[in-house]
């Protein structure tokens, strides 16, 4: 009868191991969606970015059950370990408190767009000076441009109504990710694609990142085998795939 109970037991408690292991490798992934094209959920894959999370994560052995929530209730549930994984962050000091970030997995260029008939060329910052630059509000383009009091800048609700408005000459400048500024003109404004020139040159570059919540016990081990498996895509040739199946 001992050797029943303890066979028994031992049964459990294999099992009760296996179910911890399964729902360790099961993750909460969260993005804030409205942001074509790297993540939206009308789009293929939910998006570029989605979708090179998404694979990295399952080739690393978890599970990405990924929803859409406001930026706010992502960012509170980082610090409760509500969500485990925030797939489009921007790296900052005071996100790192509680967020541990991965690598770069891809970069966010800021870029300047004009009328293709403007002379204005972007070689630095005080080239601004003097320009009407239309901006969406709370955008955090770069620290430096936000509160440069010398930079005329015009508050707008979205990026499509910043491109209208240059396109009517309200405005001499606006600017965005350079791939959100191809989508968008791309699928909303392909008449004027001809009109308007993106610069080279950017405001900024930054990295796009996943935070993974310190509150999850294993979060460094969750963000060692996502650059692993980013550095084995690009090696087999699944990054570039990736990207060109979202272009």
Known sequence: MNKLTHCLAGLLLFAG?????AMATDLKVVHSG???????ENLPEQGLAIDLVSTALKRAGYTPHVRVDSLERILEGGKTGDYDVFATPWYTMDRDQYLD??????????????RKDSAFEYTGFDDLEGMTIGVIKDYAYDEDFNQSPAIKKVDESSLLRNLQKLIEKEIDLTLDDERVLRYQIKRFMPGNTAGLEILE?????RGVNIGVSR???????IVADFNSAIAVMKQDGTYDRILQKHK
């Open 215 to 221: 509150k999850n016990p294993n979060h460094a081990k």
């Open 201 to 205: 040159k950017p405001l900024v570059v």
């Open 101 to 114: 970030f991965s690598q770069p997995y891809l970069e966010s260029h800021i870029c300047f767009i004009k």
């Open 34 to 40: 409205n942001w074509p094209p790297y993540s939206d």
């Open 17 to 21: 191991t296996l179910t911890q292991t």
